[in-house]
């Protein structure tokens, strides 16, 4: 058996999930890299943003008001991780909204309950976002920090809306982008940043494909020592 299958193999025999924690800003090109490491070692993968923005998401529809805490709490309890569809969710409003009920304790708390309930499927997972290594899943035996500058990070979402034939302003996107930021590393409650045992990728001048390679090293590395 190829040694890369062999270490799937021994995770899949093994009584714990396997854990990947990948955390950093929008745009970085951690949803890339997540999908991909999850495909290729047969794990599950949760976007947890696509959480934060299903709840914000259920608000807008039933017209309910975004600052309300209790409202948005019994919301985020009641979700359903499977029926999370980013296409209806990946929209500006509800990204921005999302970015507001996610600075809600109680939201969060609600939210961090059903994910680390994802991170314990069996062989493993991978879980990506903004706090996963240092609140979601702080023992998580690979954590990655996947950033880039953010200049990189509007020109790729702005590539990224001209291809799916939309029309955009650059200096817009990178005002969003450093809006966003300010946002995540601002808030009092799980602010974004990297957990101190976090390998950091900075992908301001790697191509996804080395990040990926960079990652496998790393993560191959670590299924060797359970
Ligand atoms: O990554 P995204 O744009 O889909 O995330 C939507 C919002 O949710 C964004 O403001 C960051 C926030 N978020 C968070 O606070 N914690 C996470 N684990 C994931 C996303």
Known sequence: MPEANREQAVVKEGKKSFTIAIDGPAAAGKGTLSRRIAAEYGFH???T???YRATA????KQGLPLDDEALAEKVALALDLSGLDREVLSSHE????AS?????????RALVVAQRRFAGKRPGTVLDGRDIGTVVCPDAPVKLYVTASPEVRARRRFDEILQRGGSADYAVVFDDVKRRDERDMGRADSPLKPAEDAHLL?????????????ARSLIDA???TI
């Open 94 to 97: 509800i990204g921005d909204a």
């Open 202 to 214: 900075d992908t301001s001048e790697m191509s996804i494909e080395a990040a990926f390679q960079a």
């Open 100 to 108: 507001r009920v996610a600075a809600m304790p109680a939201v969060r």
């Open 49 to 51: 943003g696509l959480t």
């Open 222 to 224: 670590a299924l060797k």
């Open 45 to 47: 993968h949760l976007d």
């Open 57 to 60: 998401h259920a608000l807008l």
